[in-house]
Structure formats: structure tokens, C-alpha cells
């Protein structure tokens, strides 16, 4: 059977790490390769009663079809959980998308035509430049150092191709575990105002901070550079932080995008399930949000920190890696020290053999990957687990 299927989709791949699972079913198989969060740390006896009081109070709204901008109560809760954050914003300005992946979807499908170029970090996060070929962008990378994109080099890229977008992860970003400084993040909002090119902020790792708060978003600090608020773009959600299985993202833009958004949401889904919406609302209604925000900081605070005293104390100089300050990931490289392989993609191929996973770093790349990096999450594994799985990196790596 030949079906005539879209030109579009000879622009993307099967995700290599969604592959890579299909490798995890080895018994006693440690996996640093996940993106998500721990589901230990989900707070069900919460999320429980927050399904109870939707149930009790509003069970048709709840139940029932609803608008495609969002529910309205937790539209009001985002809004005030944004103004925490030092956004101002009201219920208004934002839409509910099923999962921030959605809200990338819609800003794909409402700004890219086939041609068109977009600028990412070089790495960023896999499906955001599988979402962008897919509808015909040709991806641009600019490098990331240990400030974050190099803003420098973002200029000259911008002023060389006017890109239709530029897509970052500022706080401790997917896969690298940056953090963008506040110094960058001010000139990043002056180009935006400058060149008058929308810069989309996602933003779901925000909240994972490990000591200090990390500096305020591109958003929050819009109101310190004039003009450049309306060429931005911020992706929210509550998958890393709540639930994954809720799927509830939000999307915050200029009124004249996100009217846009949301006619191309109706298209898609008709609206975000009301049930999932109602149950976050009465989640954030509680004030649950703050302990549960508390304790998932001190557990992955911990993980990270005995990852990287792992890493130094078993694979020493054949490692090059940052302590990330928050989030759930190290990006690291293999170095060569030792006369030890300097290829993820075999050393990944080893460390499956030893029983542990990890996802190598080409993937990541929209252009000129470095086949020497790698991604490691903490996220699921306990401290005791980590300890074991780099353990096994060091023997993969002999």
C-alpha cells in the first residue's frame, strides 16, 4: 500500500529518544533518558481533592464542553500564578493549550510558512524543532555557552536571516540545563524590540530552582525594555511541576497572535479538557501549589547534587559538565581524556549493555550537532540509583 502522505512530513523523523525507550525494557535497566518528572512526587492526595471540588461544585462545567480560550476560574488562577512571577496579566491575556507543546503547535501553525526561517539554541528541545520542519521552517542554531545563547551571535543571525521567530528555554533549559544570565536576558529583550522579532519563551522548567530563584523571566523583565512586550511570546505549564497527565499549558502573547491561536485551536482540539482544567483550578485555589513547588526542589536538589558528585568522583576528566542550578537535566561532553571514547552515540550503545540509559546529544542539534555530548535527567532516579547508574557509566566508558 503506496497513500499519498503530506510532502511536509519528509521534513521530520521519528523522535530518536522516544526510540531510545524502546531499548529500556531490560530488567534492572537504570534510565537517566526520561524528560519527565518523578511520579512519586505527585501530590495525588491534592490533586484528589482538587478533582472532588470540581466535582461537587461545578460538575457540568467541569463535564461539559467549554470555551477554547480556557476555563475561566483557572484562567484567573494562571493569571495571578504569572503575577507571582512578576508578570502582570490578566485572565484575558492568556489562552489554556493542552500542554505547552500545544501552545508551540499554534505559534508554528499561526507564523510559519514553508521557507520561512527560525532560530533556536543549539541544543534545544527536540520536539520544538520537529514541530517547526514540520511545517516547512528551515532551523537555525545559535550556540549556547554557560551564560546561555550567546546573544552576540544571535544578532548577527538575526540581522543575516530575519528569521520569522526565535524559540529559547532561558531557565535551565532542555536538554542543556543553562541558565540565561540577567545581563543577556536584557539584551535578548532589546533585540526583540529592535529587530521587531517575536522571541518565544518557554518556560517549563522555570519553577525547578535548586538555591536562589533564577532572574526573572523575559516576560517579567519586558517592562524594563520599551517595545519589546509585544514581540514576545511565553509558553507555561504545569506538567513538570503538578502532573504531566493533566496536560494543561498556557499561552501568553500579543492580543493580535493569540486571537489567531485560538482559531487555530478550535481547529485542533476545540478546547483543553474542561475536566483537567477544572481540577487544576481547584488545585491552585487551594494554595497547595507553594509546599508541593518546596518539596520537589529539595528532592531534585538532592538528585543533582549526588549526580554530579558521581560523575566527577567515577568518569573524573572523561566528563565535562555544569552543575545545573535547577530543572532535570545535565548536559555534558565527553572529553577523550584517557584515550576513552569521545562518541555519545557508542558510549550510549555501552551503557545499555551495563544496564543504564541516557539519551546522546546529536539529536538536540537543528545543525552541526556535537556527537560528543549527552543528556543525563535525575529526575526519576533516587539518590541511591544515580549512585549505581554512573557507576555503570564509568564501566561503559573503560
Known amino acids: 500500500m503506496s497513500l499519498p502522505f503530506a510532502q511536509r512530513l519528509q521534513n521530520v523523523e521519528t523522535s530518536a529518544i522516544r526510540e531510545l525507550f524502546k531499548l529500556l525494557g531490560k530488567p534492572g535497566i537504570i534510565s537517566f533518558a526520561g524528560g519527565f518528572p518523578d511520579s512519586a512526587m505527585f501530590d495525588v492526595a491534592g490533586i484528589q481533592s482538587a478533582v472532588d471540588e470540581a466535582l461537587a461544585q ?5 463535564l ?3 470555551a477554547t480560550e480556557g476555563y475561566g476560574p483557572l484562567r484567573a488562577e494562571l493569571a495571578r500564578f504569572m503575577g507571582d512571577k512578576g508578570i502582570s496579566c490578566s485572565p484575558e491575556g492568556l489562552i489554556v493549550t493542552t500542554g505547552s507543546q500545544q501552545a508551540l503547535d499554534l505559534l508554528a501553525k499561526v507564523m510559519i510558512d514553508a521557507g520561512d526561517k527560525v532560530i533556536v539554541e543549539g541544543p534545544t528541545f527536540l520536539a520544538t524543532i520537529q514541530c517547526f ?3 516547512g521552517a528551515q532551523v537555525l542554531s545559535a550556540p549556547l555557552d554557560a551564560q546561555g545563547v550567546q546573544v552576540d551571535r544571535l544578532e548577527q543571525l538575526i540581522v543575516e536571516h530575519r528569521p520569522k521567530l526565535v524559540y529559547l528555554i532561558p531557565t535551565f533549559g532542555n536538554p542543556s540545563g543553562g541558565l540565561l544570565s540577567l545581563e543577556r536576558r536584557r539584551k535578548v529583550l532589546a533585540l526583540a524590540a529592535r529587530h521587531q522579532v517575536l522571541v518565544v519563551e518557554d518556560d517549563p522548567y522555570g519553577d525547578l530552582y535548586f538555591g536562589a530563584p533564577p532572574p526573572p523571566s523575559l516576560l517579567a523583565l519586558s517592562t524594563e525594555v ?5 514581540w514576545l511570546a511565553y509558553c507555561g505549564s504545569l506538567s513538570k511541576v503538578l502532573s504531566p497527565g493533566l496536560r494543561v499549558g498556557w499561552l501568553l502573547a500579543h492580543p493580535e497572535l493569540l486571537a489567531r491561536a485560538t482559531m487555530c485551536k478550535q481547529f485542533s482540539d476545540a478546547h483543553t479538557s474542561t475536566f483537567a482544567q477544572a481540577t487544576a483550578a481547584r488545585y491552585l485555589q487551594a494554595g497547595r501549589m507553594p509546599q508541593t513547588l518546596a518539596q520537589v526542589r529539595s528532592v531534585y536538589a ?20 555544569t552543575q545545573p542550578e535547577g530543572g532535570l537535566f545535565f548536559w555534558a561532553r565527553l572529553t577523550g581524556a584517557g584515550g576513552k571514547t569521545r562518541d555519545a552515540s557508542e558510549f550510549a550503545k555501552r551503557a545499555i549493555e551495563q544496564g543504564v540509559a541516557f539519551v546522546p546529544g546529536a539529536p538536540f542539534y537543528a545543525a552541526d550537532p556535537d ?3 549527552f543528556r543525563l535527567s535525575f529526575a526519576t532516579a533516587d539518590v541511591a540509583r544515580i549512585e549505581e547508574g554512573v557507576k555503570r557509566l564509568a564501566k561503559a566508558l573503560a
Open 133 to 135: 520542519r514540520l511545517y
Open 226 to 230: 520599551p517595545g519589546s512586550r509585544d
Open 371 to 373: 556527537p560528543a555530548s
Open 58 to 62: 461545578e460538575p457540568g462545567a467541569a
Open 64 to 66: 461539559q464542553y467549554g
Open 302 to 321: 538532592e538528585r543533582a547534587q549526588a549526580m554530579g558528585q558521581a560523575l566527577r568522583r567515577e568518569l573524573g576528566e572523561a566528563v565535562d559538565f
